[in-house]
C-alpha cells in the first residue's frame, strides 16, 4: 500500500513539473494568435456596455473564443466594447478583476458597474444573450 502512495506522488509530481514547463512555455506569444484586440486602455470602456474577457492566447478554451470574439467586435462596433485581456502576458489584470481561473467574462453596463460573469468558454448565443440583457441590440 505504501509503494502505491509513493508511485502516485511521483505520478504528481511529474504531472506538475509538466505543467509548469508547458505554462511558461505558452507564456510566449504566438504566430497563430487570434487577431481580436487586446485591451490597450481601461477596462471597463466608459459609457458603453463592455464585455470584457480575461483569458490567455494559448489557453485552449480562450482559443476557441477568439472567432466569436472577433465577430461580435465587428457586430457591436459602436454599440457595445468587446475587450480581451491576456492575464497571463498581463498578470496584474487577473489580480484586479479577481480572476481565479481562464476564460473569465465579466459583462459591465455602460456606467461600468459590474453586472455579470461567468467562467469558462462562453458560446456566442450566451454572449449576445448578455449584451441584450445590457440594452445592446
Not at 60 to 66: G, R
Not at 90 to 96: C, I, V
Not at 101 to 109: S, Y
Amino acid at each position: 500500500m505504501k509503494k502505491v502512495r509513493i508511485i502516485i506522488l511521483g505520478v504528481f509530481a511529474v504531472l506538475a513539473v509538466i505543467g509548469a514547463i508547458t505554462y511558461q512555455f505558452n507564456r510566449e506569444p504566438s504566430a497563430t494568435a487570434s487577431s481580436h484586440t487586446t485591451a490597450t486602455g481601461p477596462a471597463p470602456v466608459k459609457g458603453m456596455p463592455t464585455m470584457l474577457d480575461l483569458g490567455a492566447t494559448e489557453c485552449i478554451p480562450c482559443k476557441m473564443m477568439a472567432p466569436i470574439l472577433t465577430e461580435l467586435e465587428k457586430e457591436y462596433a459602436g454599440k457595445a466594447a468587446i475587450v480581451f485581456i491576456d492575464v497571463w502576458k498581463n498578470p496584474g489584470e487577473a489580480k484586479k478583476y479577481g480572476i481565479r481561473a481562464i476564460p473569465t467574462q465579466i459583462f459591465f453596463d455602460k456606467e461600468g458597474k459590474e453586472v455579470y460573469r461567468h467562467t469558462g468558454f462562453m458560446d456566442k448565443k450566451s454572449i449576445v444573450k448578455q449584451l441584450q440583457k445590457l440594452g445592446v441590440g
